[in-house]
């Protein structure tokens, strides 16, 4: 439920929607999108089977066809500037994608096809992909071209919504951050239950890297002295990927709360280094 390439060919449209609603705050499993798509390796799936799953979790995927670049270029734009990931049918039609950004002449997608997922092309790379061109069989000389666009429009109320920018695309494309995108569910998942969206009018929070230089210190050295096979660096690894989320969905820990994430944090770190470093029983039986 990361973000990690597809296992097969025909199952881009719920990776593709998957993504646009991991940027809305709601992580889903490509699997039960596939499922209540009817997506399948015969057919795959089309803006028809991707809307019945969007709708079932309370978004609509509406249809937008443009027939100018320019305009389509426009379309997608004010899209994003509304907040809405896009779905893009690419390739002449048979691979889908999601358009999650723009920034200065950079479009950020992210396409399930291979590592890394997450993508930055400029308009004349995303165009020529977009693109469809379509014509008549009886007259082969008249053609048509569409830019078919699809807003992933919320119907609930979005508390957390993702917020790429090209320095957190490029940082997510690093090969040594693949493990990290692949486990973004988890870490969200985590966050959300200990964060809180940025409320714009109140004062009573601060960001994760506050308090990170508050207490990250203290977190990496108990871990690494109470455990002993990690490392304060590798805890630190994990504290900086928390703190990555956290801004990119502009998640603050609120006052009353920063004991409670102190707490939390640190055994979720704990079950981390256990699990992957194993641990020697403790206090005998019982």
Not at 146 to 158: A, E, N, Q, Y
Request: aromatic share 12%; hydrophobic share 40%; glycine share 6%.
């Amino acid at each position: 439920m990361g973000l990690y390439p597809q296992p097969n060919k025909w199952q881009c449209g719920p990776f593709a929607l998957k993504h646009a609603l991991i940027m809305l705050g709601r992580i889903v499993n490509e699997d039960n999108l596939s499922r209540i798509a009817g997506a399948n390796w015969w057919t795959g799936s089309d803006e028809i089977k991707l809307g019945r799953a969007a709708k079932a979790y309370d978004c609509e995927l509406r249809m937008i066809r443009r027939k100018d670049a320019l305009r389509a270029h426009h379309a997608l734009l004010l899209a994003l500037r509304r907040g809405y990931p896009a779905l893009l049918c690419v390739d002449n039609w048979n691979h889908w994608i999601t358009v999650v950004g723009a920034e200065r002449d950079k479009i950020i997608y992210i396409d399930s096809r291979k590592a890394p997922v997450v993508n930055i092309s400029n308009w004349k790379q995303l165009k020529d992909r977009w693109i469809y061109v379509d014509s008549e069989q009886q007259n082969p000389m008249k053609v048509e071209v569409m830019f078919d666009l699809h807003p992933v429009i919320p119907k609930f109320r979005v508390r957390s919504k993702a917020r790429f920018s090209l320095v957190r695309a490029r940082y997510l494309r690093r090969a040594s951050n693949n493990g990290f995108a692949s486990h973004w569910d988890e870490y969200f998942d985590d966050l959300s239950t200990i964060c809180s969206p940025r409320a714009p009018r109140s004062p009573n929070g601060f960001p994760l890297g506050e308090f990170l230089r508050r207490h990250g210190a203290m977190i990496q050295e108990q871990i690494s002295y109470w455990h002993g096979k990690v490392t304060p660096q590798q805890v630190k690894k994990i504290l900086r990927n928390y703190q990555f989320v956290a801004d990119t969905y502009d998640l603050v820990v609120r006052k009353e709360h920063e004991k409670k994430a102190i707490v939390a944090i640190a055994t979720n770190l704990t079950l981390w280094a256990a699990s992957k470093f194993g641990v020697d029983p403790v206090f005998g039986e019982y």
